[in-house]
């Protein structure tokens, strides 16, 4: 059953404090909660919810304020709750009407609250916060005017395009530790369903386990095995697998019932059949590679991501698809498998024409965008797409041209940025949810406080700078131009002294 919040919009003043006192309108967490369109998105949150029966759930502002919060602060789910507890502004941030020093909600609620907000409803979020950041911080497209003095082009902005990858929280995979972890749950399994009938028959089934360890430890510990080492060792596993399997249907056939086993044990014996399924078919047809190739026991849903990085040749998470404007970051597509983000380019220039009403003048992106489909369609709506043309480089570049190439991918290293801070400012760089849902839910939230941190940033300054009545105000865009390049707080210091 769900309520609707009716203290979401209640002003600061009001907050009672147990001591007496005003919470301050100047700080973040309250300057946050009036910029979030908490009522506009609770009656899609209350469609969880179908039934009038039950106990009341929590409000839409409290799930995804506590989402928030999380995030921002980089911590777990119980350090959250406590964190909640203990500051004031964070219990007016989810929505309290008066200062609480009881727990607003047991730490595994945030899981279900990751569960009920999709993906989908925070980028609907995103999109309405940023259009009230917009209205507080409007920035005017500038239009080029021809020697005439008309509008020569309706389209306005640059738009930054990219794609990246969102690690989740595994151990580096490979086939040998792989199955030796299924061979590990076979063996569980088979215990638990013995128990269920081992007055039926005498001798438990045999499964090898300690000889089954020894061989894997032999190869695993070595630093460089060689080829065949690491195939007669998958293959031994592969035998002591389908034997446990072999044992588990025979526990079956005599009486034991799979009802015994959780939920996860279930899934995990789902998954480990497949698993061996794929392995044996890969030692069969001497091949590395296999469609919906599994990775993880625990996280069926992970695909390797091969991204041809430094380092970091195959990445395995969630791949993103992202867009970035005037300082704001947008999730636009993500997906479990691999994608080439090149076929996003017409759909991220229509949204960003659907959410500011006009074309950008330029799109800046890498190497794989540049293709000819995407040439000819920017061309046709008037944009101009960054890089150099197709075909053979010319033997003698003009200045302008290279000092355009040089301005367009300094203009792009924008998104990179963004990608650096999202991984190593918050949690892009793993993520911790193990379900395929939670863990979308958290690389949107990601989205959403990082364009939170920017507006923050951007009024921040602001105020600074009227604060300290020394640095002349020649518009937000100037501002915010400063904000990005560094040197806002050089140019105060320089102008105190």
């Known amino acids: 059953m769900y309520k609707k919040a009716e203290l979401a919009s209640s002003p600061p003043s009001e907050f009672e404090l147990p001591f007496g006192g005003k919470l301050s309108a100047d700080n973040r967490w309250v300057k946050m909660a009036k910029i979030i369109p908490w009522s506009e998105f609770e009656a899609e949150y ?12 929590k409000s839409f502002r409290m799930a995804l304020g506590a989402l928030i919060i999380k995030e921002k602060l980089g911590i777990s789910d119980r350090e ?25 909600f047991d730490p595994s609620l945030l899981v279900h609250f990751r569960q009920r907000i999709s993906p989908n409803l925070i980028n609907k979020v995103n999109e309405r916060t940023l259009e009230k950041m917009r209205e507080i911080t409007p920035v005017k497209p500038e239009k080029k005017k021809d020697s005439d003095g008309k509008n020569e082009s309706s389209n306005s902005g640059k738009l930054i395009i990219d794609a990246t990858c969102a690690p989740a929280d595994i151990t580096y995979p490979t086939d040998l530790g792989l199955l030796n972890r299924a061979r590990v749950h076979t063996e569980k ?22 000889l089954a360890r020894k061989d894997y430890l032999a190869v695993a510990k070595q630093r460089r095995p060689t080829k065949n080492k690491r195939i007669q060792a998958i293959k031994k596993q592969l035998q002591y697998i389908k034997r446990n399997l072999g044992h588990i249907e025979q526990l079956i056939d005599l009486g034991a019932s799979l009802e015994n086993l959780n939920k996860k044990q279930y899934k995990t014996l789902l998954v480990l059949t497949e698993v061996t399924r794929q392995q044996q ?25 091969v991204r041809g990085k430094v380092g970091k040749s195959v990445e395995f998470g969630a791949k993103l ?15 479990w498998d691999n994608f080439n983000e090149s ?11 659907r959410f500011t009403g006009y074309y950008p003048e330029s799109v800046h992106a890498d190497r794989i965008y540049r293709n000819r489909e995407n040439r000819a369609w920017c061309k046709e709506k008037g944009i101009r797409l960054s890089g150099p043309p197709l075909g053979r480089p010319p033997a003698n570049v003009s200045k302008s041209k290279k000092r355009q190439a040089k301005e367009d991918e300094r203009i792009r290293n924008a ?5 650096g801070q999202g991984k190593r400012r918050f949690g892009l760089s793993r993520v911790m949810a193990k379900l395929d849902n939670t863990s979308g839910t958290v690389i949107a939230i990601t989205f959403l406080v990082m364009n939170l941190t920017t507006w923050w940033r951007l009024v921040f300054c602001v105020f600074l700078c009227l604060f300290g009545n020394r640095t ?8 915010f131009h400063y904000i990005w390049s560094g040197l806002i707080h050089r140019r105060l210091i320089l102008n105190r002294a």
């Open 343 to 353: 076929g996003d380019l017409k759909a991220q220039v229509e949204s960003y024409h």
């Open 321 to 335: 698809s992202a867009s970035c404007f005037e300082g704001y970051v947008f999730l636009d597509r993500m997906s």
């Open 281 to 305: 078919w890969l030692l069969d047809n001497n091949k590395q590679s296999i469609e919906d190739r599994i990775v993880s026991l625990s996280q069926p849903h992970i695909r390797p991501i």
């Open 80 to 104: 959250t709750v406590e964190q909640i507890r203990e500051n004031p502004y964070l219990q007016y941030f989810i929505g309290q009407s008066s200062y609480s020093n009881e727990l607003p």
């Open 472 to 479: 002349p105000v020649f518009g937000v865009k100037i501002i």
């Open 415 to 419: 998104i990179e940025g963004k990608f």
């Open 46 to 57: 209350a469609q969880n919810f179908p039934t009038e029966k039950g106990a009341p759930a």
């Open 189 to 210: 399994i088979i215990d638990i369903l013995y128990k269920q009938i081992k007055e039926k028959i005498h001798k438990k089934p045999r499964t090898y386990r300690n």
